[in-house]
């Protein structure tokens, strides 16, 4: 038994070995077909991929774009429990593109990292290209936070949009998170509203004065009841008019580089009532 263990940790060894020079490299083909071997899916196969792990974040630093598409490809997952996170990485790394294809292939933008998650890092770092990704992709507005190095800021606020006001961040970082479906009215914001006098602030008190129009609530009601079952990423597979495709996906609210997903067709379909109640009866 010991010696299967220890020809399989050889083995592990020198596939991490083989991929890490094809990745310093950068040839992805060769990756490619390094990863396509039996040999190498039968390791990432009963590792669930964590095998490579290091590898990817290897490209991830070495902004191999390529070669962390092959890895997630092959089987790599973009993030594990109790792992170093690629995804959180990546908003180190400010990688925006990067950041999609991970969130493309998976990755959770609420994972759990040390009681905080990614969108207190993009809020902090000021990256507001990564905070519109996170909340394409799903991440919750209403996240509570409980990590020390965050809250120590602001001892009495534990929500994102809460944190966004007592920081004083852009206004651009709590208009987003309004207009995701933020709870305006959590006993930490209301504290921390009264508390500041900045421009998100001013924001805001418009905002709870002018509630939410129809149109943004049933938006915002869409977007969750798809994510409930999995489905957020099929948005642009909805059978309905091309506006309101634009509209469920954010399109004219965030005009910017990185519009997403951006996997639909130019067409003008026909609206079928049926694939809602669906959604909402799973």
């Known amino acids: 038994?010991?010696?299967?263990?220890?020809?399989?940790?050889?083995?592990?060894?020198?596939?991490?070995?083989?991929?890490?020079?094809?990745?310093?490299?950068?040839?992805?083909?060769?990756?490619?077909?390094?990863?396509?071997?039996?040999?190498?899916?039968?390791?990432?196969?009963?590792?669930?991929?964590?095998?490579?792990?290091?590898?990817?974040?290897?490209?991830?630093?070495?902004?191999?774009?390529?070669?962390?598409?092959?890895?997630?490809?092959?089987?790599?997952?973009?993030?594990?429990?109790?792992?170093?996170?690629?995804?959180?990485?990546?908003?180190f790394k400010e990688q925006v593109s990067v950041l999609r294809l991970l969130l493309e292939y998976g990755a959770n933008p609420d994972v759990d990292l040390d009681m905080t998650q990614p969108l207190y890092y993009a809020a902090s770092f000021a990256d507001l290209t990564c905070f519109r990704m996170l909340l394409l992709f799903g991440a919750d507005p209403d996240y509570n936070c409980s990590h020390p190095e965050f809250l120590s800021s602001a001892p009495d606020v534990s929500s994102i949009l809460g944190m966004c006001l007592a920081n004083n961040y852009e206004v651009q970082f709590v208009k987003l998170l309004i207009q995701f479906g933020a709870n305006m009215y959590l006993p930490d914001i209301q504290r921390t509203r009264i508390q500041v006098d900045n421009d998100a602030a001013k924001l805001l008190d418009r905002e709870i004065v002018h509630p939410r129009s129809l149109m943004s609530q049933c938006r915002i009601t869409i977007r969750r009841l798809m994510k409930q079952v999995g489905k957020l990423g099929l948005i642009d597979q909805l059978e309905v008019p091309y506006v309101l495709l634009r509209y469920l996906q954010y399109h004219d609210e965030l005009d910017y580089k990185e519009k997403l997903p951006r996997h639909y067709q130019a067409r003008y379909p026909v609206f079928h009532c049926r694939d809602l109640c669906l959604i909402s009866n799973q």
Do not use: D, W
């Open 1 to 91: 038994m010991f010696n299967f263990l220890r020809s399989r940790k050889e083995k592990e060894k020198a596939l991490r070995h083989k991929v890490q020079e094809v990745i310093r490299a950068n040839k992805p083909e060769k990756l490619r077909m390094l990863l396509s071997e039996g040999k190498a899916q039968k390791l990432i196969r009963k590792t669930g991929g964590l095998v490579l792990h290091r590898c990817l974040f290897s490209a991830i630093n070495f902004s191999h774009f390529q070669c962390i598409e092959e890895l997630l490809k092959a089987g790599v997952k973009p993030c594990y429990e109790r792992r170093r996170n690629a995804v959180i990485h990546t908003i």
